[in-house]
T-cell receptor, first 114, second 111 residues
Framework: ETGVTQTPRHLVMGMTNKKSLKCEQH?????MYWYKQSAKKPLELMFV???????ENNSVPSRFSPECPNSSHLFLHLHTLQPEDSALYLC???????FGYGYTFGSGTRLTVV | ELKVEQNPLFLSMQEGKNYTIYCNYS?????LYWYRQDPGKSLESLFV?????AVKQEGRLMASLDTKARLSTLHITAAVHDLSATYFCAVVTGTASKLTFGTGTRLQVTL
């Protein structure tokens, strides 16, 4: 375990469903990130939160809605997804957003949209 | 827009052989990370390279950074099967310290 826990590990959902991904860390980090990892594509940064404030939205469609209630928890709410959204969703954290702070990644949630 | 390119994308190598993975990036950065990912697992941080000429070694892996050439290398010495994984480089840019990943190199070490 890396210290960043993601649940669930696997998720299959229909295009009309609503589901949420959860990420939790107790490393004392204040920055949290969502990345999308698709087959044969580089990891894509989706959202960044620094001290609970969203600092980056990398042109992510509105069917993905992040939530960061505190520095230890990060959610990704999903609704009306498309099959091309099937991917591995990785959460990461760092001490804070800025140079020199390494990222710790969770194990990811493998999402399949049917 | 920053581009981070790795080559090769796939590498099959025999145990005991040496090889190098290359990571090129398109804009100025003086901080580069190498990660390892096993199938179905998280990304594990291997190295962080902080300045031009930086070299770090851990076991059979050695990473280096040339910021002038915008190039980092990950050298594998006398490969063993346990090194089979996907290796990513990632470059930090901007005041927001955005981490941009390369496409990854899938390494397969065969007996």
């Amino acid at each position: 375990e890396t210290g960043v826990t993601q649940t669930p590990r696997h998720l299959v959902m229909g295009m009309t469903n609503k589901k949420s991904l959860k990420c939790e860390q107790h490393l004392g980090h204040n920055a949290m990130y969502w990345y999308k990892q698709s087959a044969k594509k580089p990891l894509e940064l989706m959202f960044v939160y620094n001290f609970k404030e969203q600092t980056e939205n990398n042109s992510v469609p509105s069917r993905f809605s992040p939530e960061c209630p505190n520095s230890s928890h990060l959610f990704l709410h999903l609704h009306t997804l498309q099959p091309e959204d099937s991917a591995l969703y990785l959460c990461a954290s760092s001490l804070r957003q800025g140079f020199g702070y390494g990222y710790t990644f969770g194990s990811g949630t493998r999402l399949t949209v049917v | 827009e920053l581009k981070v390119e790795q080559n090769p994308l796939f590498l099959s190598m025999q145990e005991g052989k040496n090889y190098t993975i290359y990571c090129n990036y398109s804009t100025t950065s003086d901080r580069l990370y190498w990660y390892r990912q096993d199938p179905g697992k998280s990304l594990e941080s291997l190295f962080v390279l902080l300045s031009n000429g930086a070299v770090k070694q851990e076991g059979r892996l050695m990473a280096s950074l040339d910021t002038k050439a915008r190039l980092s290398t990950l050298h594998i010495t006398a490969a063993v099967h346990d090194l089979s994984a996907t290796y990513f480089c990632a470059v930090v840019t901007g005041t927001a310290s955005k981490l941009t990943f390369g496409t990854g190199t899938r390494l397969q070490v065969t007996l």
